[in-house]
Every structure is written in C-alpha cells, then in structure tokens.
C-alpha cells in the first residue's frame, strides 16, 4: 500500500525568508509525485509534479520541490515566501507500477506567512 | 478551478434525505473522481471513474453512490446510508493515459451540512 506523510501540521515563516513544507512518502514501485496547494473553500490547484529525470522540479508562483529517492522524501521549498503563499499545502503520490493505480494524498500543512 | 464546475457551493439537508452533488468538465477529460475532505483528514476517495460508464469504489465509497452516463459529468449522491455525510467534497478530472500521469484538476467544491 501506498502512504504519505506530512509530518508538520502547520508552518509558520517570516515573508521574504525560505520556506520547506516537508513530505515524505512510500510506494512499492517508482513513485510519481504532487504538490498541490488549497485556499480557504476553494479546490484543489497544482502547484509541480515529478514523474522522472531531474530530482529538483520546478513549478508555481516560484514553488520548487526535490526528490530524494534514498530519503524517500519530496519536500516543497521556496527561496523567498510571500503573504500570499499562506494556503494548506497537500502532497500526493502514485505507484508507476502497471495498471491503474490511484492518489494517496497527505493530510496537508498549513503555511503561514508572518508579514 | 479550470474547467471543472461544482454544484451547488453549500447545500444543507435533513438527516435521512438522499442529496446529489453535480460535477461537469469540459475539459475532456477521460477520468473523474470525487473525494471527501474533513479537517486534518487530507483528501479520501469516494468514488473514481476512469472512462464513460465504469467507475470503481475507493476508499470510503459505504453510503455514496455516482454514475457516469456522459464523459463530461460525474454526479455523486450522498444516501441516508452515510452515516456522516456532513463535510467538503471535491471533484477532480484528468486525461488518464496508460503509462502516464497527469495531475489532477479540481473544482471548487461542494460544503454539504447535514443536520
């Protein structure tokens, strides 16, 4: 069975410093891996996804994320946060594995940004 | 919230009514699903439909019933079976192709009060 983790319920950071929202995961195959981001009431939007190739994806609003197969991890970083970035954070993975195979996704973080 | 509606924004209901939640794409989208969010919950699935006429249970489908008639909607009837219907539930589609995956889009949601 699938599984993620996102050990932090919330995270609060200072605009303008870096910001990680951590996630870790766990997948019998090759994972393929999400980060989507939730305002207050709305759906779900897409923030990146990795699928292969380059372990640092980028992707949204200057969102960036690595993966790190020996760590099983794919933390979510971003150099300079923003107000506007608080939202609750939700990471999410897929077994590559034959067939089709559904989303875990994490229970979500909640980032706050201190103006 | 792309091209994915949800019907309506609130909707409250007596205990033991059947109520039904409306999902439209016009994405053209191939797959369709509907998950349940309840606070520190993360996202569960409900129901999931990879092409027109079938769909699979997911996690959490005792008390949920969907049909899927036409390739643009997916409406999930929440039955008196559900033993606690009240929560936020999404809708998401996405161009599912064998040996790829494609991130999901959601729409804005449906809050469902039971009382």
């Known amino acids: 069975a699938q599984s993620v983790a996102q050990p932090e319920d919330q995270v609060n950071v200072a605009e303008g410093n870096p910001l990680t929202v951590k996630c870790t995961y766990s997948?019998?195959?090759?994972?393929?891996l999400f980060w989507y981001v939730q305002y207050p009431n709305r759906g779900l939007q897409f923030l990146l996804k990795?699928?292969?190739?380059?372990?640092l994806v980028k992707g949204s609003y200057g969102f960036e994320a690595e993966f790190n197969k020996s760590q099983t991890s794919f933390h979510l970083k971003k150099p300079s946060a923003l107000v506007s970035d608080s939202a609750l954070y939700f990471c999410?993975?897929?077994?590559?594995?034959?067939?089709?195979?559904?989303?875990?996704f994490g229970t979500g973080t909640k980032l706050q940004v201190i103006p | 919230d792309g091209g994915i509606t949800q019907s309506p924004k609130y909707l409250f209901r007596k205990e033991g009514q059947n109520v039904t939640l409306s999902c439209e794409q016009n994405?053209?989208?191939?797959?369709m699903y509907w998950y349940r969010q309840d606070p520190g919950q993360g996202l569960r699935l409900i129901y999931y439909?990879?092409?027109?006429?079938?769909?699979q249970k997911g996690d959490i489908a005792e008390g949920y019933s969907v049909s899927r008639e036409k390739k643009e909607s997916f409406p999930l009837t929440v039955t008196s079976a559900q033993k606690n219907p009240t929560a936020f539930y999404l809708c998401?589609?996405?161009?599912?192709?064998?040996?790829?995956?494609?991130?999901?889009?959601f729409g804005p949601g449906t809050r469902l009060t039971v009382t």
């Open positions: 990795y699928i292969t190739g380059d372990n």
């Open positions: 998401a589609s996405s161009p599912e192709r064998q040996g790829h995956s494609y991130e999901q889009y």
């Open positions: 439909s990879q092409i027109v006429n079938d769909f």
């Open positions: 994405l053209n989208h191939d797959a």
């Open positions: 997948v019998s195959g090759n994972p393929y």
């Open positions: 999410a993975v897929r077994d590559v594995s034959g067939g089709y195979q559904k989303v875990t």
